[in-house]
């Protein structure tokens, strides 16, 4: 990366973890320098001004220095404008921050995906209740971080007939390949989709039953293809909570 200094870059703490007695070490998701290891020198301190301020899924301005891989956290100031998450939506945020620790390369910019990341903590932070709306949350920004980091082809037209798809008919999605429609012999793992369906996740309309439903199978697919079927910690505590 350029420059030994960058001032009041726009990001969020994705993770961090104790450092010494008094230091922490953060994971930080920024804007226009993507993901960034930041030692914040004496954050642990009881009177330290950065104490307060380095919370997750709070929106931040972070300025830092250095040239090494871990560079060095010189000040950080809260915006505001996000109420904290709580309960679903809290375990979802996690969920969402370990899907980009896993996903993305660090000092990798993706300035889109940091939007979308932003928005999706808002969206979270507005809901009071589990239901279809957390999944209506979560599945368009799985589809952009799939997108963004090229694991995820084009959803509305058949890689083979190069052509729409079709209500009605039934696909799937093949491995570094696409859509393409369904045959009785493809494996039994690879999720069915409607054309419909498809088509709708493609234009970011997740409000149907049906498309929620065979979304979610794509998205875990996709992921598990990428992930190498890791479990993911947050997901599967979700999982376990819907069980009792």
């Known amino acids: 990366m350029a420059g030994t200094r960058v001032l009041d870059e726009p990001g969020f703490v994705l993770h961090s973890i104790p450092y010494k007695e008094t230091s922490l070490i953060l994971d930080v998701f920024t804007r226009s320098h993507g993901r960034l290891a930041l030692i914040a020198k004496g954050a642990k301190r009881p009177h330290s001004s950065l104490r307060p301020v380095l ?121 570094e390949k696409g859509i393409r429609p369904w045959q009785p012999d493809d494996p039994s793992h690879w999720p069915v989709l409607e054309g419909s369906a498809l088509r709708a996740m493609a234009q970011g309309d997740f409000s149907g039953s049906e498309t929620l439903s065979q979304s979610k199978q794509l998205m875990r697919f996709l992921l598990g293809i990428h992930l190498q079927d890791q479990t993911l910690t947050t997901r599967q505590i979700l999982i376990d909570l819907k069980k009792i």
């Not at 871990?70 to 939506?89: F, H, I, N, Q």
């Not at 979308?116 to 209740?129: D, F």
């Open 55 to 175: 919370q997750r899924f709070q929106p931040l301005l972070i300025s830092w220095s250095g040239k090494s891989e871990l560079r060095t956290l010189t000040k950080s100031e809260w915006v505001g404008g996000s109420p904290a998450l709580v309960g679903d939506a809290l375990l979802c945020g996690f969920y969402l921050n370990e899907l980009l620790v896993k996903f993305l390369a660090r000092e990798d910019a993706y300035e889109s995906l940091y939007d979308h990341y932003a928005e999706t903590v808002y969206a979270l932070s507005q809901i009071e209740s589990a239901g279809p709306s957390i999944e209506q949350t979560l599945r368009p920004f799985e589809l952009a971080l799939l997108r963004e980091t090229g694991y995820a082809a084009a959803l509305d037209h058949c890689v083979e007939t190069r052509s729409q798809l079709i209500d009605g008919e039934r696909y799937v999605y093949q491995p």
